[in-house]
Each structure stands twice: as C-alpha cells, then as structure tokens.
C-alpha cells in the first residue's frame, strides 16, 4: 500500500483517501509512505505532499464498509491491495481476502468510479499445466495454498460486480541487494 501511494503522490496529482482499520494513526499510516517517498524521488517529504493524504477509519463490522459512500464523494477510483497473507488460517484469509473485497465493492457501486483495480497475485490460477489466461480464470486442479484459492475467488467477485474493474497479478516481488526496496 505504501508503494502505491508514494508512487501515485509522485506520478499524479490525485488526492488520496487510505481506509485503514482504527488502531492505525496517522503517524503508522504516514510512516511508510513518507519512507517510499523518499526512496522513489530522492526528495525531502513535505506538508503540500502530507495534505494530499486523507485517512479514514474503517467501522468495525466490515459489512458497514460501503455506508462509507457518503465521505467518499469525487472518489472516482478505488485500487484495493489489502489482503491477509495468514496462508495457514482460512477463516481469516476467506473474511479479508474475499469477504471485505464484496464489501468494498458494495461501496464501490455507491460511488461514480471510473474503475476499480484489484491487486491479486499471479498464483491466483493455481497449478495448471497451462498459461494464466487474461481474464477469468478456470479452476485448477489444485492450489499452491489457500491464499491463492481466496484471491482467485475475489478475482471472480470484482468481475461479477457490474463495476468497472482492472485486476493486476503481480508476481514475487525482489528488493535490490542495497536496499531491500523494489
């Protein structure tokens, strides 16, 4: 999320609303960006930078994600990298990774969004003797871990939704030998 953020207050002049959950103040929320910011542009972080930033706590029961609409007016785009990456805990990975998906796309069809983009993850097609088609993807014989099988099933659920999407599968991520970042 971080590495989105920098990268859009670098690349755009977009004003940016995090959802995060309410244990996390502003200083754990700006912390890694400022930390980006400074690696991708090689400048010093400001306040005309800081303003940009809109934090907004999300309510505890994640189904009531989407009455949220009315403090996100003029959201026109929605880019979703949240997920739990507990491979070994299903309940956890099936209520983030695809339950608050559904719930943010409840939100989504309450907004004028020009798109919704998903990050999901290359693995999400599972093991299959086969390139990863670009578009839905078929059920593989089996998966590498619950974690894929649950993106996959978000996957599906952006696609279904009705709401303009973009679904990006990232592969592993390596960080350079000097500073770890990618």
């Known amino acids: 999320g971080a590495l989105i953020v920098a990268s859009l207050l670098r690349d755009t002049a977009a004003q940016i609303v995090c959802l995060t959950r309410a244990a996390h103040d502003r200083a754990a ?3 890694p960006i400022v ?3 400074e690696a991708q542009s090689h400048g010093c972080w400001s306040d005309a930078v800081d303003s940009r930033i809109e934090q907004l706590a999300l309510p505890e029961d994640l189904a009531e994600v989407a009455d949220l609409a009315p403090r996100l007016q003029g959201v026109d785009e929605i880019i979703h990298c949240a997920g739990c990456l507990d491979y070994h805990d299903l309940d956890k990975l099936r209520a983030v990774n695809v339950g608050y998906t559904a719930h943010l796309l ?3 069809r309450r907004l004028p969004l020009k798109r919704f983009v998903y990050v999901s993850t290359a693995y999400a097609s599972g093991y299959q003797p086969f390139p990863a088609v ?3 993807l078929p059920e593989p014989g089996r998966d590498p871990t619950h974690y894929t099988r649950t993106k996959r099933e978000a996957e599906r659920l952006v696609a279904a939704s009705g709401v303009p999407f973009v ?3 990232p592969s592993i991520l390596i960080g350079t030998a000097d500073s770890g970042r990618y």
């Open 29 to 31: 929320l700006v912390g």
């Open 167 to 169: 679904v990006l599968r």
């Open 134 to 136: 670009e578009g839905p």
């Open 35 to 37: 930390e980006e910011w």
């Open 106 to 108: 409840l939100l989504a």
